[in-house]
Nanobody
Framework: VQLVESGGGLVQTGGSLRLSCAGSGITFAIYAIGWFRQAPGKKREGVSCIDLETGITYYRDSVKGRFTISSTNAENTVVLQMNSLVPDDTAVYYC????????????????????WGQGTQVTVSS
């Protein structure tokens, strides 16, 4: 099983990035996929998740209205569209998959998801 994130980079405040999480050796449709981030010196936190069986999504309060999570099951890919980026969004972003589909308002922070990607750096300059 492999999860690979892509799409990170350096943008100015107010800019946009589109992160992708591509899975291989795994059937996304039966999992929940979460996006997490970790900034230097800070604890990892859940950003958003999607239950790919029900389509239910959750977002961290600080990203609501700016980030959108979606899936393309046919391509085994989950996308995190990030708009109106601010410096506080700077972090390494990881995607993870959970077979128990634990996607809820806790955003996976209480759980240890089954599979993780290597992460992609997002840097927002002021």
């Amino acid at each position: 099983v492999q999860l690979v994130e892509s799409g990170g980079g350096l943008v100015q405040t107010g800019g946009s990035l589109r992160l992708s999480c591509a899975g291989s050796g795994i059937t996304f449709a039966i999992y929940a996929i979460g996006w997490f981030r970790q900034a230097p010196g800070k604890k990892r936190e859940g950003v958003s998740c999607i239950d790919l069986e029900t389509g239910i999504t959750y977002y961290r309060d600080s990203v609501k209205g700016r980030f959108t999570i979606s899936s393309t099951n046919a391509e085994n890919t989950v996308v995190l569209q990030m708009n109106s980026l601010v410096p506080d969004d700077t972090a390494v972003y990881y995607c993870a998959a959970d077979l128990l589909r634990r996607c809820d308002s806790a955003l996976g922070d209480r759980y240890e998801y089954d599979y993780w990607g290597q992460g992609t750096q997002v840097t927002v300059s002021s």
